[in-house]
């Protein structure tokens, strides 16, 4: 099984109708079905070009988005359920990265829940009513609390991307559920704001979460090949576990390392890993078992 942690493709929604296929960007949803399994899709609104609008701006992408992927079902289709994951059906998983388009009503998260929402990070870089970001800090606010109890009940996997390092270690211990941070690398090979260090990959392993590593450039080091994306994953097995280090490119949300720009070419990662003497089994986790196994967790039914 191959899955992928985050794409930002969702985006291309704004100007075009149909994800389905995009030869000018990273991926879509043909190619996910012709080289994955699976992949997270998330919708980001930017919390500071859309502050007035931010629940309409992500409503009508989450609805774009969901309309688009129903019309395509021979390519893949929504999970909803863990049932699902045996079926041996191509999946997107549909959420959102960054709660901002949330009001206190929580009302609003079932809707969408019921739709077909599957996971959530409480803030991206800034701060927000729930949480601190990486780019300003901050803790999780009493509502972010709350919001977190919501998701564990519903079934919405939390992702931890974006979120500052207090936030990250309150969401560890406030979380009844394991919960991934989708997109991100290892700060001790590469010092960036939102990469985790050794501490917060052994918390993450500790929760039973799952570490994404990305194939952004500016995350990765200076001028990065598939050689770093793999010392990247290497580093965060030795820190995790082999059980909690997925993928999360971070496709059409960042400049990717060249040879790895686009879904077609994620099978380089996995021969590459084979020449540094990875076993197959190891090399399958990674690849998208332990996703599995999370998903396995979360998901109700
Ligand atoms: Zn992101």
């Not at 994800?19 to 500071?48: E, S, Y």
């Not at 688009?68 to 893949?76: I, K, L, P, R, W």
């Not at 564990?152 to 979380?175: C, K, M, T």
Request: glycine share 10%; proline share 2%.
């Amino acid at each position: 099984m191959i899955i992928d942690g985050h794409w930002d493709t969702a985006l291309f929604l704004r100007e075009q109708s149909s994800i389905l296929n995009l030869p000018q960007a990273h991926a879509d949803l043909k190619r996910l079905n012709q080289h994955l399994d699976g992949a997270f899709l998330a919708i980001f609104i930017h919390p500071g070009r859309y502050a007035d609008n931010q629940s309409q701006q992500f409503a009508s992408l989450f609805w774009a988005l969901l309309t688009d992927v129903m019309e395509h079902q021979s390519f893949c289709r929504i999970l909803r359920s863990k049932q699902q994951l045996k079926c041996g059906q191509k999946f997107v998983i549909l959420g959102a990265e960054g709660c901002g388009f949330l009001s206190n009503d929580y009302a609003v998260l079932q809707h969408y829940y019921q739709a077909g929402l599957r996971f959530v990070g409480l803030t991206w870089n800034y701060r927000n009513q729930f949480a601190g970001g990486a780019s300003e800090g901050g803790n999780i606010s009493l509502q972010g609390q709350k919001l977190i109890e919501y998701c564990n009940q519903l079934g919405i996997l939390l992702d931890g991307a974006h979120l500052s390092e207090e936030s990250f270690y309150q969401l560890a211990d406030l979380s009844q559920q394991p919960f991934m941070v989708s997109h991100t690398a290892c700060d001790a090979l590469f010092s960036h704001k939102r990469n985790l260090d050794d501490a917060q990959l052994k918390k993450l392993a500790a929760c039973n979460g799952v570490v994404g590593i990305c194939l952004a450039v500016d995350f990765l080091g200076p001028s990065p090949g598939i050689n770093t994306v793999c010392e990247h994953i290497e580093h965060a097995v030795e820190q995790a576990g082999i059980e909690h280090v997925g993928i999360g490119s971070d496709f059409d949300g960042a400049k990717i390392v060249k040879e790895l720009a686009g879904a077609e070419y994620l099978t380089r990662i996995w021969q590459q890993l084979a020449d540094r003497g990875w076993s197959d089994q190891d090399i399958a986790k990674v690849a998208g078992g332990n996703y599995i196994q999370l998903l396995e967790r979360v998901l109700k039914e």
